[in-house]
C-alpha cells in the first residue's frame, strides 16, 4: 500500500519558521517528482513547491520563493519543506504529492499528481 505521511505542522508567530517532512511508503518514489500543495480554508489546493527526482531542479510559487526551501533524501524516502519568514497569508493545510506517470516535467498542477498524504496544518498567527 502505497503511502505519503506529512509531519511538522503547528501553530507558529508570523516571521517564525517550521520544517514540513513527507515520509514515503509502499513504492520507491525515488524516480519521481515530488511535490508540496497547500489549501487554505474555503479556497483551491495550489502549488507550492517540487523537487525532481535528482534533486537537480527545484520550482517555486512566486509567493513563497526565496523564503521556503524544498529538498529530498531519496535514500530515505523523504522530502522535507523549511519555511522561513512565515506570513498569515501561509495559515492552510499543506500537502504532499508525487507525480503521476506521464506528467509533465516538474509539474505544478493538482492533476499531475496521483499520490497524496492526509495533510499537515500550518497556522501562522500575526
Known amino acids: 500500500q502505497v503511502q505519503l505521511v506529512e509531519s511538522g505542522g503547528g501553530l507558529v508567530q508570523a516571521g517564525g519558521s517550521l520544517r514540513l517532512s513527507c515520509a514515503a511508503s509502499g513504492r520507491a518514489f525515488s524516480w519521481s517528482t515530488m511535490g508540496w500543495f497547500r489549501q487554505a480554508p474555503g479556497k483551491e489546493r495550489e502549488f507550492v513547491a517540487a523537487?525532481?527526482?535528482?534533486?537537480?531542479?527545484?520550482n517555486y510559487a512566486d509567493s513563497v520563493k526565496g523564503r521556503f526551501t524544498i529538498s529530498r533524501e531519496s535514500a530515505k524516502n523523504t522530502m522535507y519543506l523549511q519555511m522561513n519568514s512565515l506570513k498569515s497569508e501561509d495559515t492552510a493545510v499543506y500537502y504532499c504529492?508525487?507525480?503521476?506517470?506521464?506528467?509533465?516535467?516538474?509539474?505544478?498542477?493538482?492533476?499531475?499528481?496521483?499520490?497524496w498524504g492526509q495533510g499537515t496544518q500550518v497556522t501562522v498567527s500575526s
Open positions: 523537487v525532481s527526482w535528482s534533486a537537480d531542479s527545484t
Open positions: 504529492a508525487a507525480e503521476r506517470v506521464g506528467a509533465p516535467f516538474m509539474p505544478t498542477l493538482t492533476r499531475d499528481y496521483d499520490y
